[in-house]
């Protein structure tokens, strides 16, 4: 399992986080996981969200748009297949809970249901 936080030092797994650091009692290295997904799923944020196939998704992902979606309020549709960059995950109230830019559409907030990561 690479989802198991270990010390990149020594490969101790008795790590803890300590504010956004993790820290080995083992060697006492302290290294910020963030950089990792295994990191961004442990740290504090909206809870995990994850895409059509469970995938766990992370700010700055890119996805792609698995069926057509009807824009609130607009005329016009996003299509399967859209590749969306640089997603940043929200609280979404209604589901909603990703936020990002797509190319002739703009700002908008997706469902990550209707997602899967690129
Ligand atoms: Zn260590």
Redesign the pocket.
Known sequence: MENDLK?P??G?EHVYPDGSLWT?P??G?EWNPKDNAAGAAAADGPGEIRDANGNVLADGDSVTVIKDLKIKGASSVIKGGTKVKGIRLVDGTDGHNIACKIAGVGAINLKSEFVRKA
């Open positions: 010390c030092e020594c101790c080995c083992e060697c290295c």
